[in-house]
Nanobody, 117 residues
Framework: QIQLVESGGGLVQTGGSLRLSCAASGSTFSINNMGWYRQAPGKQRDLVALIDIGGRTNYADSVKGRFTISRDNSKNTVYLQMNSLKPEDTAVYYC???????????WGQGTQVTVSS
């Protein structure tokens, strides 16, 4: 059974930093893309950052220059370093991964990030 387990969320003041981690397990197939999405109350789930197996990245305009996505393929883990956090970054952050040879992508359970003003 494939699982994505996130960690690293919490409460931080404006301007602070957090690092999220997401570890995937339960599959013998390699992971293609890994990404982070976020969903604030009453809003849709939006892409924050994406990284492919070759390390190419894509970011939402709102986080460019502040957030950095990375991955460790040997550990099937993706990270999100979040710096200069703002109250508008407050949301539940979800990890996502799609696997070669599998028809579906997978989601983590979400981790809450709250930035106080």
């Amino acid at each position: 059974q494939i699982q994505l387990v996130e960690s690293g969320g919490g409460l931080v003041q404006t301007g602070g930093s957090l690092r999220l981690s997401c570890a995937a397990s339960g599959s013998t197939f390699s992971i293609n893309n890994m990404g982070w999405y976020r969903q604030a109350p009453g809003k849709q789930r939006d892409l924050v950052a994406l990284i492919d197996i070759g390390g190419r990245t894509n970011y939402a305009d709102s986080v460019k220059g502040r957030f950095t996505i990375s991955r460790d393929n040997s550990k099937n883990t993706v990270y999100l370093q979040m710096n200069s956090l703002k109250p508008e970054d407050t949301a539940v952050y979800y990890c996502n991964a799609d696997f070669f040879a599998l028809p579906y992508d997978y989601w983590g359970q979400g981790t809450q990030v709250t930035v106080s003003s």
